[in-house]
């Protein structure tokens, strides 16, 4: 007779890491060359100067309620870094500034978006990413067929499709590991774990020890990796992409990482955050530790470090220039782009409305 | 019907390599209905899939079929079960093409059977095409005829808009009609005149459409004249045909198989009103 018994009892794991907090590299080979983490810090550094400039700009009225990637530049950057643009597809959330836009999605259209107009979601024809998704998870289910139909079409190319901890809650999210699982899509599962959705914590989404232990129960393979850690995040989801490709099928990453800054816009979090450990966290900086790893390397000083702020500023400035002059969406457009064909009741309400606005442009 | 339905699928999916069915028990069983009866032996199970049981991510995934440049044929068993994906088809489906500014086409054709009539449990008899009918994006069509079945099916297939395509549960075997072996397709948006009268139009679509026209008939041995109309594609709407015939008769009454509080009837005949007034 078999014996009924509960399945093994997991230790919990610790991330995969590769750099230290200080920023040191263990003792095996990097997984970047130097050129690419000069590149990927350009894209983190990039992300923190438009941050504030969008944060800035949202308290003047100017833009609408808008999330920053505060903390979570080497996760969103380590993963994007490791994909190519030409044949790879990024389905995102809301929160990975720096991977569209590495992508190709124009800095201008982004703030557009945030400035309330349509043509913010315009993305450019060979620019491979899905538009930024609000319905929480709703963009995983998108990113598995994606996957699936550029491997039955027979091509190499892979999605990655990033989403929170609070989003794997959703029913899209474990739909989605179990179909990927079934067809080996060739889908990377990225999931952003910031300690928080909205106020609510990680240990109220899931009573599991980790998000990557849930990909077991889906015959997928999870991993966990330090998601301040741009190296390990890099070579991690490098990994999975090469592994996709080579028709191995998907991988659920978990990019343990922390949310320094406020939700959005219109969050409080000093009703929820525990001060000591946003400031344990904080001295966990990603951007700061790259620093420190490329002055070990003996490649980083004051000057690089300003030069590339300036370059930074001007690539958000030129961007904010454009984007501010930029006519204003008409409201017909909001008629447009609804439907290939569009029914005659749509287009009669659309010249209703440009009649009664009087010419409206 | 159902046979038109399972010919125009093997008929479109011969003539168009991209096209790809995927539901639950869509292969070796065909379908439940078996509408997809014989196209995987046909064409393999990398274009007939039998996927999990879950409709969030049958759908949802369908949208990335799409985009990757196919173009799925999503069956959802029953439509009493499509609010498993309703976000996925209301959200998503209706919407990719504007929040991206046009970049995103959805080629799909979302099919389902619906209605009462053949002693269902519950939950398989739903009608729930109202709800589909409010988001802008989605066009809706729901064939009373068998020769419709077939054209407006290949019409949906041919679209770069996605369409939700209901099946009468009732109509699958009891409706029966002439339908020609070639290709062909009914264009969306067009109405039908089932029946021509004089004295009131009675406007109908699916399994609905029946019972309209044996009301017509019973009421022209009283003497009463009635223009059964069956819409066969509740978005878009064919406003031209209803104002057609309602100005020719003068009244107007609508027949569905839904409750008669539903959102959909009130709704159709307010804006009918508002419609004929203005012109
Ligand atoms: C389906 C859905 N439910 C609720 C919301 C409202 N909402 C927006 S962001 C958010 C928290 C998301 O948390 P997480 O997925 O962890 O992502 P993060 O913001 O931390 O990056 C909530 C509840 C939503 N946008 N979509
Ligand atoms: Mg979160």
């Not at chain 1, 790879?88 to 400035?115: C, K, S, T």
């Not at chain 1, 913010?120 to 609000?134: A, D, R, Y």
């Not at chain 1, 989403?163 to 699982?181: C, M, P």
Request: glycine fraction near 8%; charged fraction near 20%; include cysteine.
């Amino acid at each position: 007779m078999s014996e009924s018994r509960f399945l093994p009892n997991f230790e919990s794991i610790a991330p995969f890491s590769r750099l230290s907090d200080s920023g040191i590299l263990d003792s095996g080979e990097s997984p970047m060359s130097d050129e690419a983490v000069l590149e990927a810090l350009r894209y983190m550094m990039l992300t923190r100067v438009f941050d504030d400039k969008a944060t800035s700009m949202q308290r003047q009225g100017r833009f609408g309620t808008f999330s920053s990637v505060r903390g979570q530049e080497a996760s969103v950057v380590g993963a994007a870094t490791a994909l190519d643009p030409v044949k790879d597809w990024i389905v995102p959330q809301y929160r990975e500034f720096p991977a569209l836009i590495r992508h190709g999605y124009p800095i201008e259209n982004f703030a557009l978006y945030f400035m309330g107009n349509p043509k913010g979601g315009t993305i450019p024809p060979n620019v491979n990413m899905l538009p930024m998704q609000i319905s929480l998870a709703a963009q995983i289910p998108q990113a598995t067929g994606l996957a699936w139909g550029l491997k039955m079409q027979g091509g190499d190319g892979v999605a990655i499709t990033f989403f929170g901890d609070g989003a794997s809650s959703e029913g899209d999210f474990h739909e989605s590991l179990n179909l990927a699982g079934i067809v080996k899509a060739p889908v990377i599962f990225f999931l952003q774990n910031n300690g928080w959705a909205i106020s609510t914590p990680r240990e109220n989404q899931t009573a599991a020890r980790s998000f990557a232990e849930r990909a077991i129960g889906y015959g997928v393979e999870g991993v966990i990796v330090d998601g301040n850690d741009l190296l390990a995040v890099h070579e991690v989801t490098a990994r999975a992409v090469a592994k996709a490709r080579a028709g191995n099928g998907p991988t659920l990453i978990e990019s343990v990482t922390y949310r320094t800054g406020a939700h959005n816009t219109a969050d409080d979090p000093s009703r929820y955050v525990d001060q000591q450990e946003l400031e344990k966290w904080q001295q966990k900086d990603p951007v700061e530790r790259v620093k420190n790893y490329l002055r070990s390397r003996g490649i980083w000083n004051e000057n690089l470090e300003l030069e590339l702020l300036d370059s930074c500023a001007a690539q958000i400035d030129a961007a904010m220039e454009i984007a501010r002059n930029t006519p204003l969406a008409t409201s017909e457009a909001l008629f447009d782009h609804v439907y290939a064909e569009p029914p005659q009741r749509m287009l009669d309400q659309k010249h209703d409305w440009a009649i009664r606005n009087g010419g409206d442009r | 019907m159902i046979e038109a339905i399972r010919e125009c699928l093997g008929q479109e999916m011969e003539a168009d390599n991209r096209v790809v069915v995927i539901g639950e028990d869509v292969g070796v069983l065909g379908g439940v209905f078996r509408a997809t009866d014989g196209l995987q032996a046909r064409f393999g199970k990398d274009r007939v899939v039998d996927m999990p049981l879950a409709e969030g991510v049958i759908v949802g995934s369908g949208i990335g079929l799409a985009m990757s440049g196919l173009r799925p044929v999503i069956e959802l068993q029953f439509l009493g079960f499509g609010h498993q994906a309703f976000h996925q088809i209301g959200q998503q489906v209706a919407r990719l093409r504007y929040r991206s500014q046009g970049r995103h086409a959805l080629p799909l054709v979302i099919r389902s059977p619906f209605g009462g009539g053949v002693r269902t449990p519950e939950l398989h008899s739903d009608a729930f095409e109202a709800f589909y009918t409010h988001t802008p994006g989605l066009k809706v069509v729901a064939p009373a005829t068998a020769y419709d079945a077939k054209g407006l099916l290949a019409a949906a297939m041919e679209s770069d808009d996605p369409v939700l395509y209901l099946e009468p549960l009732k109509g699958y075997r009891l409706t029966k009609d002439e339908v020609p072996d070639e290709r062909y397709t009914v264009p969306l948006g067009k109405l039908r005149i089932a029946r021509a009268g004089a004295d009131v139009t009675l406007i109908a679509w699916s399994a609905a459409v029946n019972v309209a026209e044996r009301a017509a008939e019973e009421l022209s041995e009283q003497g009463i004249s009635v223009e059964v109309l069956d819409l066969r594609s509740l978005n878009p709407l064919d406003i031209d045909g209803i104002s057609e015939s309602v100005s020719k008769t003068g009244r107007v009454a609508i027949l569905s198989s839904k409750s008669a509080s539903t959102v959909w009837k009130h709704q159709s005949s307010a804006s009918l009103l508002l419609i004929l007034l203005i012109r």
